[in-house]
């Protein structure tokens, strides 16, 4: 049996957060989440995530294996990370989150 | 019969002191458009996706179309295959004007205990509000009270001292004042205007913790 993706949450807003952890939990990922930098810094160091779902309003943690942007407003100029938009469509994050897997 | 306001201002006759604190999911239903396949491009291209032309079964406003949804503030996520699921928000600091039932079910203090409670059973409903011949409000009963009744009229064991809240009143507020008051019921009132009731059961439905 593989072990589950862990997947790290980073976004200040709450009602995100508790949203895409339960969304991701139903989906058979692993979840952790941070509402800012400096505790998904800390989160990165114990969790040891895949992939960090970041909002695009908060910095990324440094050192992350593959980072997935998420936004209400369109993707942020100059970021070649790849990017979803909010309110989030399931599918494509998914379909968004296994890429940034395969191009860790 | 004395009817105490319920909040966490300070006008408030009963001040809770603190609201109770959270944020909970909804997952949401419905009805997906036939043929509708997952849309690429986030919320610009589900304006007119297949979540746009769906039929939603939202626990605030009722059916809705999808469309609505995307406008919505309580919307973080979506899908539409293999069938129509949205992940919804609810937080403490939302009023329970949504929340609330409207045209709540009622008795009066002549009724007899027995067919109060049977009416009560045929409404699916474990809080009934009691309105004199005067048809006001004159107090609150629930079923336990009402299966200890016997043949008596409601009048005689209804609770007669009424919490309230008013429709601005938080979900945190009303969940603390439930938990804090002993109560299972928060009649909601605008003034001498009774506009609805809040159970128990209805910030069950919201997902507040209990």
Same mark, same amino acid.
Request: glycine share 8%.
């Given at each position: ?104 | ?127 009934? $509000?009691?309105?004199? #011949?005067?048809?006001? =409000?004159? %107090?609150?009963?629930? *079923?336990? /009270? &009402? ?38 019921? $928060?009649?909601?009132? #605008?003034?001498?205007? =009774?506009? %609805?009731?809040?159970? *128990?059961? /209805? &910030? ?7």
């Amino acid at each position: 049996m593989r072990p589950a993706t862990r997947i790290l949450i980073v976004d200040d807003e709450p009602n995100a957060r508790t949203a895409l952890s339960e969304l991701l939990r139903d989906e058979g990922y692993e979840v952790a989440s941070a509402g800012d930098g400096p505790t998904a810094q800390a989160r990165l160091d114990e969790f040891h995530p895949d992939v960090v779902l970041t909002d695009a309003q908060v910095p990324a943690p440094v050192g992350a294996p593959a980072v997935v942007l998420m936004s209400v407003r369109p993707r942020p100029p100059g970021s070649a990370a790849p990017f979803v938009g909010k309110p989030i469509d399931i599918d494509q994050l998914l379909r968004t989150v296994e890429g940034a897997l395969r191009h860790r | 019969m004395a009817v105490h306001i319920v909040g966490a201002t300070g006008s408030s006759v009963v001040a809770v002191s603190q609201p109770q604190p959270f944020h909970a999911v909804l997952r949401v239903g419905g009805a997906a458009s036939p043929g509708g396949a997952a849309a690429a491009g986030g919320a610009a291209a589900a304006a007119d996706g297949p979540l746009a032309s769906a039929r939603v079964a939202c626990p605030r406003k009722g059916c809705v179309a999808g469309s609505e949804c995307l406008d919505c503030v309580h919307l973080q996520a979506w899908r539409t295959a293999p069938e129509l699921r949205l992940y919804c928000s609810v937080e403490d600091s939302e009023s329970v004007t949504a929340w609330m039932r409207t045209r709540p079910p009622a008795t009066t203090v002549d009724t007899r205990c027995p067919a109060a409670d049977e009416f009560a059973a045929a409404r699916g409903v474990h809080h009934l $509000l009691v309105f004199d #011949r005067l048809l006001e =409000l004159a %107090g609150v009963i629930c *079923r336990c /009270d &009402l299966a200890h009744g016997a043949g008596r009229p409601v009048g005689t064991v209804m609770t007669t001292d009424v919490f309230a809240i008013e429709p601005s009143t938080s979900l945190g507020v009303a969940a603390a004042a439930m938990r804090d008051l002993h109560v299972g019921c $928060l009649p909601v009132v #605008r003034g001498p205007l =009774l506009l %609805g009731i809040l159970t *128990r059961r /209805d &910030l069950d439905r919201a997902g507040v913790p209990r």
